[in-house]
């Protein structure tokens, strides 16, 4: 079946402007997680969702970032006022989360550059 | 102190060389997994491990709770593994991963 797919694939935007990401996950895959990885370094997660279950907001680097999930399906990721140390690609995954831990499967990520 | 740590940062190897990767980390967890990033790739789970040791063809992955260690192996060592490998950790009560910051791989031909 189709893996995680996230559009756009690039995004260049101005700084100050909003942007909008979006996650479509694997059908049936009831958890799903936000990453961001910067140029040269390392990933870090953003937001995670399982279910109907609040979601985990924990990794979200200011109130500028927020995160939606549509049931168990799409999710957007949305950034407002932009600054230039978002500029970064932001990775989507998705898991099946039947038994903790669980195998996530990653998007090809949307590279977001504020200029 | 990062609480994922893996060496080395950077490693170039011939073909057919055996691969070693470590990942130390700090905390207690209840699984670790090796992702694979190829240059403007995404990314793959090549594994998720609790305990012991798992091999999938090339690649052996093995973990030591008491001593928060694990090693990725790669065996007979080929071009195509040049790639960045990720160290990630999972801990209790949620699904959050944290990262090791990536070892990057070059293999010549």
């Known amino acids: 079946g189709a893996g995680v797919s996230q559009s756009p694939s690039n995004k260049v935007t101005e700084k100050g402007k909003d942007v909008e990401l979006r996650c479509d996950p694997i059908?049936?895959?009831?958890?799903l997680y936000w990453y961001r990885q910067r140029l040269g370094q390392g990933l870090e997660f953003l937001i995670y969702?399982?279910?109907?279950?609040?979601?985990?907001k924990s990794g979200l680097p200011s109130d500028r970032f927020s995160a939606e999930r549509t049931g168990e399906s799409v999710s957007t990721l949305t950034i407002q006022r932009t600054q230039q140390e978002d500029s970064a690609v932001y990775l989507c995954?998705?898991?099946?989360?039947?038994?903790?831990?669980?195998?996530?499967?990653f998007g090809p990520g949307t590279r977001l550059t504020v200029t | 102190k990062n609480e994922v740590e893996q060496s080395p940062q950077n490693l170039t190897a011939q073909e057919g060389e055996f691969i070693t990767i470590n990942c130390s980390y700090s905390?207690?967890?209840?699984?670790l997994h090796w992702l694979q990033q190829h240059p403007g790739g995404g990314i793959v789970s090549l594994f998720m491990?609790?305990?012991g040791k798992k091999k999938h063809g090339r690649l052996i992955a093995t973990i030591n709770i008491q001593e928060k260690h694990s090693s990725l192996h790669i065996t007979a060592s080929h071009p195509r593994d040049s790639a960045v490998y990720i160290c990630?950790?999972?801990?209790?009560?949620?699904?959050?991963?944290?990262f090791g910051t990536g070892t990057r791989l070059t293999i010549i031909p």
């Open positions: 969702f399982q279910g109907n279950s609040a979601p985990d």
């Open positions: 905390v207690g967890i209840s699984a």
């Open positions: 059908s049936g895959h009831t958890a």
């Open positions: 990630a950790v999972k801990g209790f009560g949620n699904e959050k991963l944290t």
């Open positions: 491990l609790s305990s």
């Open positions: 995954a998705s898991s099946l989360v039947t038994a903790s831990p669980s195998e996530q499967y």
